[in-house]
């Protein structure tokens, strides 16, 4: 069954850096909608709970990079950015303390995208993010969530 959510995960991923690689060249994307595929990638992320966490977080860490680069190149979508917020929500509340590295570029990632696009979809995933990881003993991870709602609060 696992084998199977692997599958679904890669296919989904491998039509997303198409999309990217189409979208930096020629603007002509061949019909793949990147909000359909980032949609299948949430349903699959919020119930692979089941795994290792390790396996969880490098497969999550992989799925983040190839986001991120999806919405550098594709059109604004709030669809396709709430698709991806939900993504990051999954992999924040599966990853537990195991996202704590991770904590710091996603609030710059947040701070970034959000201050481009104004979309709600990031201040959810920031909000997702302060309550997940925000009563831990660690100053950094304390520092960056201070400095994105500061920074979000000003915006």
């Known amino acids: 069954q696992m084998e199977i959510v692997y599958n679904c995960l890669s296919s989904c ?4 850096e198409q ?18 595929s ?6 699959f992320m919020k119930h692979l709970d089941v795994i290792e966490r390790s396996n969880y977080l490098t497969l999550a860490t992989q799925i983040m990079d190839v ?13 396709l950015t709430w698709n991806v917020c939900q993504v990051y929500k999954h992999i924040i509340r599966h990853s537990k303390e195991s996202f ?10 947040l701070i970034t995208q959000f201050s481009q696009q104004m979309d709600a979809g990031y201040i959810y995933a920031a909000e997702v993010l302060l309550v997940e990881c925000g009563n831990v003993d660690d100053e950094g991870v304390i520092a960056s969530l201070s400095k994105m709602l ?4 000003t915006l």
């Not at 991923?13 to 997303?16: G, H, N, P, R, Y």
């Open 13 to 16: 991923i491998a039509e997303l």
């Open 100 to 109: 704590l590295p991770f904590v710091e570029t996603m609030v710059d990632h």
């Open 67 to 79: 986001l991120q680069q999806v919405l550098a190149v594709a059109p604004h979508s709030e669809v």
């Open 38 to 43: 980032v949609d299948r990638i949430s349903i």
């Open 150 to 153: 500061e920074t979000l609060c």
């Open 19 to 36: 999309f990217k690689a189409l979208a930096q060249g020629n603007g002509v994307t061949n019909g793949i909608n990147p909000a359909a």
